[in-house]
Structures are given as C-alpha cells and as structure tokens.
Nanobody
Framework: QVQLVESGGGLVQAGGSLRLSCAAS????????MGWYRQAPGKQRELVAT???????AYADSAKGRFTISRDNAKNTVYLQMNSLKPEDTAVYYC????????WGQGTQVTVSS
C-alpha cells in the first residue's frame, strides 16, 4: 500500500502563485511517471502535468508556460509550482503514481479568486 499526501493548496488571487507538494510513503525513484491531475466542480478529472524518472516533463496546454512539475527522489516528493494563476485553475489537485497498482492522494483544494 502506498500513501500520497498532497499539501500546499489554498486561496490565492488571480495572478498569484502556489506550490503544491505530494509526499509518497514509498520510494518514487522507480516510478516512471508521477503526475498531477485536477478536478473542478462538475467536470471530469484532467491531467495537469507528468514527470518521468529522468526528469522529462509534459504539460496540459492549460498549464504550459505557467506551471512547473519537479520531483525530489531523495525526499519521495513531487512538486507543482503554479504561477500566474487564473480563476479557471480552481479545482482539487491530485497526485498520482503507480507502484504496480495505481495510487491517488486525497487532493488539495486550490481556489483562485478574480
């Protein structure tokens, strides 16, 4: 069993920044792709960004140029730096990883006010 714990969410004004963290209870060094997803009210969960063990990152179009995903294998933690936040970024943000089975965190709320 693996536990993922997200933190760093909160309320921020448009144009502001937040840094989300996802701490894993097991080593992430062998997890090929750790990811951040989000789900807004009434919408489906969507991919925000992923990062491979080699550090290659991929982003949703909505995140490109504003968000940066990173990982610290020594700390078993994945980060999502979010800049220039917009009201449409308001959602619950989830961390995902796969250790054989797929695991999700409980989510952290991000609210961006206009």
């Amino acid at each position: 069993q693996v536990q993922l714990v997200e933190s760093g969410g909160g309320l921020v004004q448009a144009g502001g920044s937040l840094r989300l963290s996802c701490a894993a209870s097991r080593s992430i060094s062998s997890v090929d792709a750790m990811g951040w997803y989000r789900q807004a009210p009434g919408k489906q969960r969507e991919l925000v960004a992923t990062i491979t063990t080699g550090g290659s990152a991929a982003y949703a179009d909505s995140a490109k140029g504003r968000f940066t995903i990173s990982r610290d294998n020594a700390k078993n933690t994945v980060y999502l730096q979010m800049n220039s936040l917009k009201p449409e970024d308001t959602a619950v943000y989830y961390c995902r990883g796969r250790w054989g089975n797929e695991y999700w965190g409980q989510g952290t709320q991000v609210t961006v006010s206009s």
